[in-house]
């Protein structure tokens, strides 16, 4: 049982400590209207007012409708100052919210300490400052300023640093008696269902919560947590310590709640959750995960009729959570790669950091000594990113390793973690192959916007460095495998690929990637990020095939982001050229519905034949002649797709591919689900992921029902069409799995 007794006597102190002192927060500025009132502004940074809003400027953790920017989009580097009116302290503290946008500008980096600063001025001295110590979102900072009660004093928020996006984010200024490092408050839980359920409330304070069992650390999230009206329940799976009693603590800096912690709830699953999957908009048939922010697919893996999708994950809100903190691997499972299963989160924050992404293996060979059953160990290679969150703080960024005995149901963390030490100052994202020819296993770490390093290892737990590749276009997510040419098994090429999927194709040894392009464009589109391919593939069914993180936000929901539809991966010669084609994996025919078929048809300007056709989801298949009209293509729930004959383009929205006529003949699939349209041209030779996210924005206009429908059309002539199809398609949420 944990010891609570010594928390007891400094809880009881801090309450009598305080009788003196009065609750009432002052408010000194919450950034909240139009204009920044009687502050003075100096310089070209802030703007013409206050930031807000998921739009105008990104920022997580701001309070209210608005904060303090010194951003200035029009005219940066942008430097100025930004001066409160006088007022007079009557508390014996300050507190704020501070933030900063990269973590470049952060102490170390910067020429002079004070250039990106919130200051305290009395009598025009600067008696206290504070720089940005964490970025990409805003923390509660304070200053003790007891020995200034009844003195006037103004606030100056200052930017002097030149370096382009260099700026500093205020919000909710207060005074009051709580203390700098806040007030605690905890409470003692026995866990007596297997699901911990947190109340959400969209806006509200943040807090950092800590767990503990038996006197050791469990769990740290940071909550928007309800202490009103609830928007959702966010949840974590505590099973392990079904029957136990866990301490969950946290510390309050501008309120004092007692009862803060009190709605955090057991259940069996997700509290209020009936319309699960069934929200406007949850894509259909793309994966997203129940709650919660999702990006990069992580450790994508088959093992024995299971296909594992990891996927990084804060489960505790919309948003990608302050700094990180939150940074866990989601799990789901699959026997067709279309219909998902999700599982409990497999790999949670730690003592040393957050779970970035990696990639998973199988270990036939048991070269790491984990197996202990009659099952291979699946074993996940990750980054711990060190420094990202108060359980981490003096790690930095290092590799690690978790493995399951029991199929993926439940991971261990490996107990030599890290396996490999920070060699850079941000090294990340390994991707783990089997390299047969040198009979060992082969890491790609991407080193800070600089450069892929390869190393090799027998066991996965010692790593020896062999080379790296410098780049600035391969970014993040490394990803290595082979491909045959034109499906030629004696010809095959190593393909190196980042982040944007920007790829090299070349060859490989097991410890140097020799390029033979330069780096190859491979999406067009405005949604796709971080791929990765599944591993251990069966040699039956031998494909090389594709998830990709889709960045199509749903504002409003209790969920955020989703994956794009898994495709297959080849490489064929173009020319005097060899490139990576996509196309849609074939398993998609397991949701075809209603089929429209049509062939031979001469499209006449002004007519649709589509026009009959019902419902949201899709996969359109047509070839078109290239003749006399300038333009055809499809309208799709109000976005065009356009082939533009004298440009030999194809146009979506804002994007553009070049895109020659194969024997006269252009030919588009189309995937059309809500808010997304994904685009293969020419057989997958131009693969164009698009987001189309006009159709369903928060507030007046949302939900535009009467833009969504189908028209394929022609302008100025004529457009043969030698065939087209449209299948409708089933959602894979109302399906059983």
Partial sequence: MYQLFPYLIILIGLISGCVNQTNTTIIIETFDSDSFGDWTKTGTAFGDGPCGGYESHLMVGFSGKGFASSVNDENEPAVGTLTSPPFVIER?????????????????????????????????????????????????????????????????????????????????????????????????????????????????????????????????????????????????????????????????????????????????????????????????????????????????????????????????????????????????????????????????????????????IVDHNNTTGFQTGDEKPIVCIYTSAGGRSPWSIGKKFTQSIAYSNDRGRTFKIYEGNPVQENLDYINRDPKAIWHEPTNQWVIVLHFDERAMAFFTSKDLKSWEFRSELESSVLVDCPELFQLPVDGNKGDRKWILYGGSGHYLIGEFDGKKFLPETKEIQFNYGNCFYASQTFSNIPESDGRRIQMAWALIPTQGMSFNMSLLFPVELTLRKTGEDIRMFASPIKEIEKIYSKDHSWCDLKLEPGQNILSEINGELFDIKAEFGVGEAESFGFVINGLPVTFKRDENQLCCGEEAADLKPVDGRIRLRILVDRMSVEIFANNGRIYMPIRNSKLFMPGEGSNKMEERGLAVFTKGGITMIHSLKVHELKSIWNATY
């Fill in 92 to 360: 014996n503290t300050i507190h704020f919210l501070l933030g900063a946008h990269e973590i470049h500008f952060l102490p170390g980096t910067m020429k002079h300490p004070d250039d990106l600063s919130i200051q305290l001025l009395v009598d025009d001295n600067v008696v206290r400052s504070t720089i940005p110590d964490e970025f990409h979102a805003m923390f509660r900072r304070a200053w003790d300023v007891s020995e200034f009660k009844g003195q006037t004093a103004r606030i100056r928020i200052v930017d002097n640093d030149k370096r382009e996006w260099a700026h500093i984010d205020v919000d909710e200024i207060v005074q009051n008696d709580i203390p700098v490092d806040g007030s605690p408050v905890q409470r003692v839980l026995i866990v007596n269902k297997p699901i911990l359920n947190f109340p959400v409330k969209e806006g509200a304070e943040r807090y950092y919560i800590e767990i503990f069992s038996e006197g050791k650390q469990i769990r740290a999230l940071d909550v928007e947590l309800a202490t009103d009206d609830i928007d959702y329940w966010v949840v974590s799976d505590f099973s392990q310590w079904q029957g136990k009693e866990i301490l969950i603590r946290t510390r309050q800096y501008t309120e004092n709640i007692p009862a803060l912690l009190d709605r955090i709830t057991c259940a069996d699953d997700v509290l209020d959750s009936d319309d699960l999957y069934n929200e406007p908009l949850r894509l259909q048939f793309h994966f997203s995960s129940k709650r919660g922010w999702m990006n990069d697919p992580n450790g994508l893996v088959y093992y024995d009729g299971e296909y594992h999708l990891f996927y990084q994950h804060n489960p505790y809100g919309w948003d990608h959570s302050r700094n990180d903190y939150n940074k866990t691997w989601g799990h789901a499972v699959s026997t067709d790669l279309v219909h998902w299963q999700e599982l409990s989160g497999a790999i949670h924050p730690d003592h040393l950091g957050p779970i970035y992404s990696g990639s998973a």
